[in-house]
């Protein structure tokens, strides 16, 4: 894989503050991520996942380092063109669905599209827009919610209505964040499988963070955090040191 | 889009917000409810005023007027500049009198009034007066003289008194000596009419909460003696006045002091011939001419010792008071709607920090600052729409409807909220402004919104990876 990464973190640093005391976070993390790929990111708590993830959808600015989307450095950008690029570039999934508990399932949906447009240009293509949205939740698999408000959907069905918020504005990246963290198993399962039949398909790239290893079994790549770096990261999932990396962590 | 689309959502969701709207609600309908009370009041006490004042007023210093009205009226009529701006000229005479009747029991009773001495058919003109002459039921025509018939009744009956006096068993005479010669018929003399002031003959009972009635003291057709001074000497005439009718203006100065008697009679009671106090002037157009006239007139009478007054220049003090007492009164009532900003500031902190994942959320998908800060924005101008909407529809309705409600206040406390014995107005007046409810209205809303930038701007700023692990 010789061509440029979609998306690099360079030597990432971050560093937060807890009342008095500097917590580390992350310490000089490099990661590539190619275009179509599929990859976790695994790593115990606190080393540093959700931070990354965050970073890289510039949501938060790294202290040092940079962050590339197809060679062009976007952590530094100005505060409107990093909104608009989380806005239409990325696309986020949550461990805990943040769904906004106000709106109904399309609307939710909708959200990305309506922040994109203007009440004026919203309103014209209204119609368009709705349809498309329900199609959306159609093909998660939840087209008979489309009106129920979060609080009366479950974990997974709350989970599909968040992956169909995170792709309706057609995302370059798509950015996972334990998303099957609060489910029960078999519900991850389908959470995972709709995750890779969109990679599969539509060519879809997606950086997943779990600590769950029989979920990272799905992906393409599985890449290792310790302490605020990536401790392994194989390019090629099917080589025998990644399975190896795989398996030590499963054990441990 | 999406901010309208918040906006409306915690609207519709926050009960929280309900206070914030109510107490806006109450703010504005108290305000326009005052406003408009006060400017009732205002506007009934300045149309009475002016109307009974006139436009302009010619005074002389004192008592004793100035003479030749009427050739001051031929002057004014043929000035060039004042003659075609005036409608209507009138002089009247006023003096401080003694007042004195009996009750039913035979007890006198004396008290001080102003007696004005006018001509009813020239001073009707003027306006300010002819309309608010009553009977004891119904408006009637200003006149001081007795009708035909009380004119009959009244020469009967002093004719009886007359004829008791002469019954009386004449003194024993020596025999032989002629019988005196009788006596001439002396004229009987008419009593001359008066229009008392409803309160010098009246007072105000209350019957029941909300409730009063006028109970007379004097009926028409009734005595009464009034005690002045001559012109010159200053010597006290008298002479007895039957009344012929009430003037009722419901301005209760007036109406407790006013007594009003023909000019021409006065003038020859207190053997003043033609002079008079005032002269009364109409103008075709106030507004314009008010300033023009009135110095006009200060030239044209210079070194007469004369003073040219407005009615506004006249009353000047007590209705700056007016002015005044409303301007407090409405800095006052805005700290009420501020109350309300407080209350807004408060429960839009609380929902901001309830929101605060959400805001994380927005941000997450591409929200930016402004886009948040707006939501908040909104959502204070919303509420303080929404708020000063219900609360002029309250004010309007309680405004419209104040009598009603003071009605229904007065039967549940059982005490006068109005009380007309002080008031002296049947009806609580009232002037709903347009104007005023539109300054109210964006007074409020100003208010919400100025009171929302706070908890706005604190969700604007908010870090949205910290609002994200909100927990």
């Not at chain 1, 939840?142 to 057609?170: D, F, T």
């Not at chain 2, 007895?240 to 008697?261: C, L, P, Q, W």
């Amino acid at each position: 894989m010789n061509q440029q990464p979609l998306l690099s973190a360079v030597n990432l640093h971050k560093t937060y503050r807890r009342s008095a005391e500097k917590v580390q976070v992350l310490r000089g993390l490099d990661l590539e991520v190619h275009e179509g790929e599929f990859l976790s990111v695994i790593g115990s708590s606190g080393s540093g996942k959700s931070t990354m993830l965050h970073l890289m959808c510039t949501l938060d600015k790294p202290d040092d380092g940079a962050i590339y989307l197809e060679g062009r450095r976007i952590d530094n950008l100005p505060a409107a063109e990093r909104d608009q690029l989380r806005n239409r570039t990325f696309g986020f999934i949550f461990q805990f669905y943040h769904l906004l508990p106000e709106l109904n399932a399309l609307e939710n949906v909708l959200m990305p599209q309506m922040i994109m447009h203007s009440a004026w240009s919203w309103w014209k293509a209204k119609g368009k827009l709705r349809k498309e949205a329900a199609q959306l939740l159609e093909r998660v698999g939840l087209g008979h919610r489309l009106k129920h408000r979060p609080k009366e959907l479950s974990g997974g069905e709350m989970q599909r209505a968040a992956i169909a918020r995170a792709l309706v504005n057609r995302p370059r990246v798509l950015l996972a964040d334990e998303p099957t963290g609060n489910l029960d198993s078999q519900t991850g399962k389908q959470i995972v499988e709709i995750l890779r039949d969109l990679n599969r398909r539509e060519g879809l790239t997606i950086v997943m963070v779990t600590h769950n290893l029989e979920i990272s079994h799905a992906t393409d790549r599985v890449v290792k955090l310790v302490e605020g770096r990536v401790e392994a990261a194989v390019s090629d999932p099917f080589a025998d040191n990644s399975q190896a990396v795989i398996r030590a962590a499963s054990v441990a | 889009m999406y901010k309208l689309l918040l906006c409306w959502r915690y609207l519709k969701t926050r009960y929280l917000a309900m206070a914030c709207i109510i107490s806006v609600m109450l703010g504005v309908a108290t305000l326009i409810v005052v406003n408009s009370v006060m400017s009732g009041f205002s506007t009934k006490l300045r149309e009475r005023l002016h109307a009974l004042l006139s436009d302009v007023v010619i005074e002389s210093q004192g008592m004793e007027g100035f003479s030749d009205p009427k050739e001051k009226m031929a002057r004014i009529m043929a000035d060039p500049y004042l003659g075609p701006r005036i409608e209507a000229m009138s002089g009247t005479m006023e003096v401080f009198a003694m007042l004195q009747y009996r009750w039913p029991n035979g007890e006198p009773v004396t008290r001080p009034v102003k007696v004005i001495g006018v001509d009813p058919k020239q001073r009707g003109v003027m306006g300010g007066f002819r309309e608010y002459v009553w009977n004891r039921y119904e408006r009637i025509e200003p006149s001081f003289e007795l009708s035909t018939e009380r004119r009959e009744e009244f020469e009967k009956h002093e004719r009886f008194l007359l004829a008791l006096e002469q019954e009386q068993p004449e003194e024993p005479r020596p025999p032989g000596d002629p019988p005196p010669p009788k006596a001439p018929p002396s004229p009987i003399k008419i009593s001359e009419g008066a229009i008392v002031g409803n309160l010098i003959a009246s007072f105000r009972k209350d019957v029941a909460p909300g409730k009063v009635e006028e109970v007379y003291l004097l009926n028409p057709g009734e005595s009464i003696i009034l005690t002045t001074v001559s012109g010159q000497r200053m010597t006290p005439v008298n002479d007895r006045f039957e009344i012929t009718g009430y003037f009722k203006s419901e301005m209760s100065e007036y109406d407790a002091n006013h007594v009003f008697v023909s000019l021409d009679y006065l003038q020859k009671l207190r053997t003043m011939d033609d002079r008079v106090t005032h002269l009364l002037i109409k103008l075709r157009d106030y507004n314009r001419d008010a300033e023009g006239v009135s110095i006009a007139l200060t030239k044209l009478f210079e070194g007469e010792h004369l003073m040219v007054n407005t009615w506004e220049k006249k009353q000047g003090p007590l209705l700056q008071a007016i002015d005044i007492e409303k301007g407090i009164l409405n800095v006052l009532l805005f700290l009420i709607i501020a109350v309300a900003g407080f209350g807004i500031l408060a429960i839009f902190s609380m929902i901001v920090t309830e929101k605060t994942r959400d805001i994380g959320i927005l941000k997450a998908l591409g929200a930016s600052n402004g886009g948040v800060m707006k939501i908040f924005l909104g959502y204070g101008l919303l509420l303080g729409a929404v708020g000063a909407g219900l609360g002029s529809a309250l004010g309007c309705w309680l405004t419209i409807h104040i009598n009603e409600v003071e009605g229904f206040l007065s039967r549940i406390t059982g005490t006068n909220v109005f009380d007309r014995k002080i008031y002296y107005f049947d009806q609580i007046p009232t002037d709903l402004q347009p104007f005023m409810v539109v300054l109210v209205n964006v007074g409020a809303i100003g208010i919400a919104v100025l009171f929302s930038v706070l908890p706005a701007l604190r969700a604007a700023f908010l870090h949205p990876v910290r609002a994200l692990r909100y927990e």
